[in-house]
């Protein structure tokens, strides 16, 4: 896990909660301060269902072409779609991206940095492998669907989006961060997640990074 380095001098006002915030998790009033989405190019990003173990269970990997040296991944035609990591077949150091777990990837919707209270699980589900996020806190918000396999396979599966959910680059006084939001501008319906409540919480956030 690679962090970007944020010189004291850049945080005349709140370099005391920051550094703080890297330890304990910064408060939502600093995180909410700190903080930004930044758009990216959604092209040069996949999202994967990786299989864990012997494939019964998948988790989310993402995975970023930083240059076009070489392909960092290919996804052949199909639904679902079957992904090759290609990027597992070298040494990717500046070519390549790889965010696997929550150091490198979390939930927003809108201004609110859902990092420490929604977590991302991909779960099997009525023929399909669905992304889901999962309030880990009493009112956080209701349970969403991010993306779906479209189908049930072997390997790794691309994840796509539902419709309202992209990707964004965290941010920091202008500055991209190594870590990237699976991010939505508003709040699900109540009538598309039928029977959970919506809630809308405070900013929170955790400060994360990514595997590079």
Aim: with cysteine.
């Amino acid at each position: 896990m690679r962090l970007p380095h944020l010189g004291v001098n850049s945080l005349p006002l709140a370099a005391g909660a920051f550094a703080a915030g890297v330890v304990f998790g910064p408060t939502p009033a600093v995180a909410s301060a700190l903080f930004q989405a930044a758009d990216l190019s959604q092209e040069r990003f996949v999202l994967v269902a990786a299989p864990i173990g012997d494939g019964v269970r998948a988790q989310l990997n993402i995975y970023e072409q930083v240059k076009p040296t070489r392909p960092c991944f290919a996804v052949a035609p199909g639904s679902p779609a079957p992904v090759s990591p290609l990027l597992a077949t070298f040494d990717f150091s500046g070519i390549c991206s790889r965010f696997i777990d929550a150091n490198g990837y979390s939930v927003r919707v809108g201004g609110a940095d859902l990092a420490t209270s929604y977590r991302l699980t991909v779960l099997r589900q009525s023929g399909d492998n669905v992304l889901l996020a999962v309030p880990t806190k009493a009112g956080a918000g209701p349970e969403m669907l991010v993306a779906r396999t479209k189908g049930q396979g072997a390997g790794f599966l691309q994840l796509v989006f539902e419709p309202g959910w992209q990707l964004k680059r965290r941010a920091y006084g202008g500055r991209n961060l190594g870590h990237v939001y699976l991010y939505r501008d508003t709040w699900p319906d109540a009538a598309i997640q039928p029977g959970l409540p919506v809630v809308a919480p405070s900013p929170i956030s955790g400060l994360s990074g990514t595997k590079r």
